[in-house]
Structures are given as C-alpha cells and as structure tokens.
C-alpha cells in the first residue's frame, strides 16, 4: 500500500551509494523517507500485530474489569509492573498507541505522494510504444491481408471498447497504438488507504461523543436516563452534564425459556424477552421489546439487554417480630441454571451491623458436594441458603463499596461453614431465627431483574460510510487488472505484419490470456480466421487449463 | 427421527469421511513417493547414458556424474496413485458435507455454532476450496498436505469436542451468525490452501539453493515463482472473506454487545490475523521481502488461524464463549 513507485518498477541491485553530508533540514528528510518507506510500513505493520498479542494475554481493564481485579489479587508484584508498563490498558498504552500513530503517519506521507501521482496520470497519455516490444512479458507476432492503417483503425475502436485509454505514435514505417486500462486499481487501492485513515480519526474524535452506562432493572421497576440513575457511567471526553435524554421506562415483564437435553441434563437458554413501556418526552407512552440481538432505540440511545437473573426478596425482623428492613437485592448467576450467589446489607435497626451472603437455588437437588439449581425456573422448591456475619460492613467511610461482596475483615460469621450454627435455609414465606437471638429474616419471594447497557455512539454512521469505500476500494484494487498493451503495425507485402504486447502493472494472472483473446478478437474483425481458440479453459497461447505457465 | 437420531447419523458421516480421508492422506503419500521413484528413474537413466558415453569414449577416465537438470517430470500422465487419492477426497468431502447438513437439520438452525460444528465446517470448506482450486490450477500434489490437516482437525475436533445438539442460545439468535462464521470459514479454508502452497515454495526455494536434496518429488512440481503467485491469488481471495469476518463481526457486536469493537481476545486475534495477511500482500511488493519471507508471513498467518480457532476459543477468557464445551 506504501508503495509510491510505480507498480512496474524493477528492483535492481543497488550501487552502493556515497553518503553525503547531512543538515538538519537534510537529516529530517531522511528520517521522513525512512518512515515513509514501505519497508518501514511494513515493519510497523507487522509490529502492529504483534503489540496487539499481550493485551489478549492479561484482562484488559475496559472489556474485562472484574478479570483485572482477579489479577492483582492473585498475582500482586507481576501486577505492578504489569500496570506500569500499561498492559491492563493495553490498547491505549503508549507504545501501542505509538505503532499505530507512526504507521498512519507513514502511511499519509506515501498516500500524498501517490494520490498527486495517480491524479496526473489519469490526465496523462500512455507512454510511447517502446521499440522493441518482443522484450515485453507478453508478446506474439500476426499477419493481416489488411493493410496497416485499416489494421491500427480496427485495433484503436477494438481497444476503446474494452476500456482502454489509446494514443496513436507513428513511428517511421511503423504506425503504432499504446493503451493503459486499469486507473481504478490505483484508485481503489488510494480510497482503501485513504478511508482507513478516515476510520482512525472519526474513531479519534467521535469516541468523545460516545457515551455508555450500566443499569440493573428490576421487574416491575422503573428507570430514568439521568446520570445519577445509573450503577455505573461512562462518559467521553466531550460529554457534558444534562446531555442525556430524560426518557424512562418501566421493566413490565422478563421473559425467559429455556430448555434441558434430555441425555445430559444440560440447561440452555433459548429466548430472553424483556418487555418495556416507554416514555418518552413529549410522546406518548409506548411498548417495546428488548432482546439480546435486538436493541431497543429510545431517546437517541441503544438499550441493550446483557444479562439476567434473580433478586430475592428478604425482611429482617427485630427480636419483638417487627419488621424493620425489607430489600430486593440483585444476586449474580454462577452457571446456567441460574444458581445465584448475592449479599444482603442490613446496616441499621439491630444493635450491631448486619450481613447476610448466600445462595439462590431456582430448582435445588440435594448432591454429594452439596445443594445445586438444576433448573433455572424458581417455583416452589426454591431455596435461598444465607451465612450470617455481624459488625462492621464498613460503609461509613463514604468510599465506594462493591454491592455484590461482603468485607468480612470486621465481621464475626455467626452461621455458616465453620460457624457455630449451620447456614439458614429459607423458602419462599419461611422465616428463620437469627443465631443468638438477634431476630429472624424472611424469605419474602423473588423478582427477575434485567442488566442493560444504554449506548449513545454517533460514530456509527461515519464508520459504516467509511468501511463501505474501504471495502470497495480493496475489492478494487485487489482484482481491477492495470495493464497496457501495445499493437504495432508494418507494411508487409500487400498486407501488414502485426505486433501485440501487454505489460502488467501489479499481479495480472491473466494477462496473457486477455492479450490472446485482444489479438484474436482484432484479426475476427479484420476478417482473418485465427489460428487458435480463445476461452476461459483453453489454451490461448498463454496459461492452458490447470496448467503452470511462467508468471 | 428426532434430532438426536439425526445428529447420530450425521456423526457416523464424518467417522466415516475422517477414514476415507486418512485412505486419500495414504494414496497421495504413495503419489508423492512415486514422483520421487519417477525423478530418481529419469536420473539413472541420464547418468547411465553418460557413463555409457564416457566408456564408449578412451576409456581412461572416470564417468563424471553429474546431477543432470530434471526440469520436467520424465512423464505428465497422472499417477493411479494420484487418480485413486483424487477419487477418494471426492468421496470423503460428500460424505463430510452430507454429514454436515444433517447436523444442519437436526440442530433445526446453522451447524457452526460450537467448536465441534466450526470444525466440521472449516475442513470441509478447506477440502472445497482445495477441489475447487483444481478445476484452476492442477494443485493435487497439495492432497498429501490437505487431507492429513483435514483428517487430523476433524478427527481431533470430533473425539474431543464433540456436542449434542442443543437449541440455539439467544446470543446467537441473529443473521450474523450465519454470515459471519460462514465467511470466517470460508477465509480459513483459503488460508489453509495458501500456506500449503507457501510450505512448498519454500521446500523449493530450498531446494533451487542445494537443499532437501532426497526429496526428489519436488522436481515434479511447480517452480517456487509459480507456487508463490498461486499461493497470492488464494491468499488475498482468503483475505478478502477475512475483512468481511471483521466487519461483519463488528455489525453483530454492535447489536449484541452495544459496540462494533472492544478488544475481546477473539476480537484482538481476528485482527492479528487480518494485520499479517495484510502484512503477506504488502511484503510481496517490497523490496527483500517477496518470495520467501511474504512465504512465511502466510504460514504465520494461518498458523495464527489455527490458534485462534483452538488455544484462544479453549483458554482465553473473552465474549465470543461458544466452544459449547
């Protein structure tokens, strides 16, 4: 692609060259026809891909946060320096970001030059027809009762047909055309580039306009597109407060079905269906469905449905039987039937702080390890089973805590494994005493909760242009053939000895065969009867069927 | 007959191909090996020929024996080997491909949903496009090559990672699916047949410099220019399926995970891949670095085709889980 030589250009064995003497203007274009050179290109290009294997190596920090988390913990030394040198951020670290940079440098300083190269040859005629044309790659030699001019007449409409750009040269005795076909492959192949670059920056500037939030919304619940609403936000660099659209909606039903193989007892999903009623300002309300490959369009946003699960129900009463905490908490699913492990806060009402961190079984089966979910679809069976931890959920140090996880560095386990009392297993109505007599909890029932992303990307238009005429542009550029051919007539007796030859500028596979087939095609019209036949499988003087001609 | 009934006989139909495969793998091995009988044959015949020259001469000397050039193959008629190993890839790809629509209705949707359908498929896309070529170019002396990778994959894919058939989840409920993978596939049955021819051009290559001197088949085939410029032409047809995975990737991500690009190991792999095959049509117009090193950027390049297929679906975390294991 970095090429700006023409595509014809021979490589020889270069003389070993005599360094001058550089300036610092001199020494700046050097080192900018370094970068700009293909080999450089094509280093950076490759250094590229290799760059991009390490953040495939280590949790990255925007697609996998939770993994980087993991990391530290498991690994905290090998974490630092890790971070240091960017491989948690590892497609916006500098040096990957370095390579990118340099390469689309390199590649505007090679695309500059070709496009103001590519434009004056359009405007440009095929050069003359070199003398001796038995030298070109492809050649061969014809006789026609015609006379020269008649013959070169006949070539030049023949050759205008097939889309050919032709110049007369007379030379002497010798009248000759020279043709070139083929432009769009050079403009192709400048597009291509040309829109890649245009990729980079409508993702450089639009990725500011971008931005993205997490919400989980329960069944029946209600939720308002304003930043505070959100579990967690990400804005782009242009983002500005009071942007987003004030839209709501309200989560009516989650739909799932699943189904079980019946040989190994395995749970797929087969559809999640989420229903919602929207409000839109200045709109009626109205229904809408979110499916997992089907976002919902509201408020120049995307609502996406991600993910899914349970939110059980539980009350907390004081010792007298009052209740004095009721919550629906969000419990995430451990596999696919759904068993979901979650924490339930009680921070007020007892003496001392409150945690409780257990399991939601939809379908329980009692098994050799233990209680499993078999099923995803809670019903009557389903379990809730709760280990009870008192003291400090070290919430009032106003930094943020993770809703899902329980810090139990200041807490004393009262029931659960290796805990005096056994943990408590709840179903729906149950209500059990909490160990030394704090009270008791209440297993109240259970929602389904949705997990949805909303999305605002206005970069999505220029990039569907923009990989559109990339991908024309390699089509193009990949398979338009560049070639010129030359015809040369002479006089010889009363008719004319003919001269046909064609060079590729690129790969041309077929070049011979379409010189084969432009000669035959010429002498038909001169009314000669040529001697071989022209098809896609036969042998035309160039590459037989299946054959290996040279290339 | 219910699905399951149907995927057990579409099973028996890669068992059953895989060992046609493995037939063809041993008939286009005794092929390879007869060229070399033919190329050492025609050899001996041209020593004996001097040295019958040089007694028949003072009958002083020794009889110089040189290495005389074996450029052509001393006979163009195909081997019975060949025909046979021909004729045996025929059979074992229509037996692959029945099996593989069967899949097809017993799963009621696409059967490239698990790493055992991709596999399934990727082969017999590799073996389609390997038959297809040949109606091109006559490339059979790749059977050796094709039917051995063919029959590993898909014998190691069937053992291992075979699956029952199971309703489509919903993150797979979309067009996409049956346009990206396909297209993926479609890209790495190209790949495969390049790097075959990319392997050979450089056995050539090494061979033009004095090298791999017993192995004498390769006198049989195409000259490394040759190869190269057919390995070209298979390898950016491959590259262009290859651009349509992405994109059409990044459309499906889009409506499925609310953006077109977010560096999900599968993701960052795909373009790798794209990066080097990139990289192969750049090289082959730069100086120093057509011929054999575009060669091995192709290898590189499927090779990085296969890793991604295999250690990145098993052991990377990432979005794209659909190994069904």
Redesign the interface.
Same mark, same amino acid.
């Given at each position: 692609?970095? +090429?700006h030589r023409p +595509?014809d250009y021979a +490589?020889g064995v270069a003389a070993a060259p005599r360094n001058p003497r550089l300036g610092p203007v001199g020494w700046a274009r050097f080192a900018w026809r370094q970068l700009t050179s293909?080999?450089t290109?094509?280093a950076l290009?490759?250094l590229? /891909?290799i760059a &991009? *294997?390490p /953040?495939?190596?280590v949790?990255?920090r !925007?697609?996998?946060p939770n993994?980087v988390v993991m990391y530290q913990q498991r690994n905290p030394e090998l974490f630092k320096t890790l971070d240091a040198l960017g491989a948690f951020n590892?497609?916006s670290s500098f040096w990957f970001s370095a390579i990118y940079l340099l390469l689309f440098i390199s590649l505007i300083g090679c695309i500059i030059p070709r496009t103001t190269h590519h434009l004056r040859s359009l405007r440009s005629a095929p050069p003359t027809t070199p003398a001796r044309l038995s030298r070109l790659p492809s050649h061969r030699v014809e006789h026609s009762a015609a006379g020269p001019e008649e013959a070169l007449t006949t070539a030049h409409t023949l050759l205008r047909r097939s889309g050919y750009r032709v110049v007369r040269y007379d030379q002497g005795d010798r009248i000759t055309l020279s043709a070139e076909r083929g432009y769009l492959r050079e403009t192709g192949n400048l597009v291509f580039h040309l829109a890649l670059i245009g990729i980079l920056v409508s993702i450089a500037i639009g990725s500011g306009f971008i931005y993205?939030g997490q919400k989980i919304v329960l069944q029946g619940s209600s939720f308002t597109n304003s930043t505070i609403n959100y579990d967690s936000f990400n804005p782009g660099r242009f983002y500005v407060d009071g942007q987003l659209d004030p839209y709501s909606f309200r989560l009516d039903s989650f739909e799932p079905r699943y189904?079980i193989?019946p040989? !190994?007892g395995?749970v !797929?999903?087969? %559809?999640?269906t989420a229903r919602v009623t929207i409000r839109e300002q200045g709109a009626a309300a109205r229904k809408g469905i979110i499916? *997992?490959? %089907?976002?919902l369009d509201a408020g120049g946003t995307?609502i996406?449905l991600?993910g899914n699960g349970y939110a059980p129900s539980v009350s907390i009463l004081d010792p007298a039987g009052k209740v004095i905490d009721t919550s629906t908490t969000p419990f995430l699913a451990q596999d696919g039937a759904l068993t979901s492990l979650g924490v339930v806060k009680v921070p007020d009402g007892l003496s001392k702080q409150l945690g409780l961190r257990g399991f939601f079984y939809p379908q329980p089966v009692q098994t050799a390890q233990g209680i499993a979910s078999i099923y995803p679809d809670a019903g009557r069976n389903t379990l809730l089973s709760l280990e009870v931890w008192q003291g400090d959920l070290g919430l009032n140090k106003g930094v943020a805590v993770n809703a899902y996880s329980l810090d139990t560095t200041k807490m004393t386990k009262l029931a659960g494994r290796n805990a005096p009392v056994k943990a408590l297993q709840l179903t729906r109505g149950q209500t059990v005493k909490l160990p030394n007599g704090l009270g008791s909890v209440r297993f109240d029932g259970w929602k389904r909760f949705i997990g949805i %992303?909303i999305?605002h +990307?206005p970069t999505?238009v220029p990039?569907a242009v923009l *990989?559109s005429l990339a *991908?024309l542009g390699?089509?193009v550029s990949?398979f338009v053939p560049r070639r010129r051919v030359w015809v040369a007539a002479t006089k010889d007796g009363s008719g004319a000895r003919l001269e046909y030859a064609a060079l590729a500028r690129g790969?041309d596979?077929r070049l011979s065969d379409a010189l084969a087939s432009l000669a035959w095609q010429h002498l038909d019209r001169l009314g000669e009867r040529p001697s071989w036949t022209v098809g896609p499988d036969r042998d035309a003087g160039g590459s037989g069927a299946? /054959?290996?001609? &040279? &290339? | 007959m219910t699905p399951n009934q149907l995927a057990d006989i579409s099973l028996i139909a890669v068992y059953s191909a895989i060992a046609v495969y493995v037939l063809a793998f041993v008939a286009f091995t005794l092929d390879l090996s007869a060229r070399s009988a033919r190329v050492i044959a025609a050899r001996d015949a041209a020593a004996s020929a001097v040295a019958v020259r040089a007694s028949g001469g003072s009958g002083v000397g020794t009889a110089v024996l040189e290495r005389p050039a074996v450029a052509a193959p001393p006979s163009r008629r195909d081997s019975r080997y060949q025909r046979i190993g021909t004729a045996l890839v025929i059979i074992a790809w229509l037996v692959h491909v029945t099996g593989a629509v069967i899949r097809g209705f017993a799963n009621g949707h696409v059967p490239w949903t698990n790493m055992f359908e991709f596999a399934m498929i990727g082969t017999a896309i590799m073996v389609g496009v390997f038959l297809v070529l040949n109606l091109w170019r006559d490339v059979r002396f790749l059977g050796t090559y094709i039917t051995g990778i063919v029959a590993i994959l898909l014998g190691v894919a069937t053992v291992n990672f075979y699956v029952q058939v199971t309703p489509l989840p919903p993150a797979l409920q979309s067009a996409w699916l049956v346009v990206h993978v396909f297209v993926a596939t479609l890209g790495t049955g190209f790949f495969a047949v390049g790097a075959g021819l990319s392997i050979l051009q450089l056995m050539q290559t090494r061979r033009d410099r004095g090298g791999l001197p017993r192995w004498n088949f390769l006198a049989t085939l195409p000259t490394a220019g040759q190869l190269e410029s057919v390995a070209y032409r298979v390898v950016v047809v491959g590259f262009v399926f290859w651009t349509f995975t992405l994109i059409a990737g990044a459309i499906w991500a889009e409506r499925a995970w609310g953006r077109y690009w977010g560096w999900d190991t599968k993701e960052v792999w795909t373009f790798i891949i794209w990066v080097l095959f990139a990289g192969y049509i750049h090289a082959r117009a730069t100086r120093g670095w057509r011929g054999s090193r575009a060669a091995y950027l192709a290898i590189i390049g499927f090779g990085a085709v296969l890793f991604n297929y295999s250690v990145v679906n098993l052991f990377f975390k990432g979005l794209h889980a659909y190994s069904g294991l």
């Open positions: 692609m970095l +090429d +595509d +490589d293909m080999r290109a094509l290009l490759l590229l /891909g &991009s *294997v /953040g495939s190596l949790p990255q !925007t697609s996998d993994g590892a497609y993205s189904s193989e040989r !190994t395995r !797929t999903p087969q %559809e999640y499916k *997992v490959n %089907e976002p995307q996406y991600l %992303e999305r +990307d999505k990039m *990989v *991908v390699l089509l990949l790969d596979p299946r /054959g290996w001609s &040279s &290339s | -």
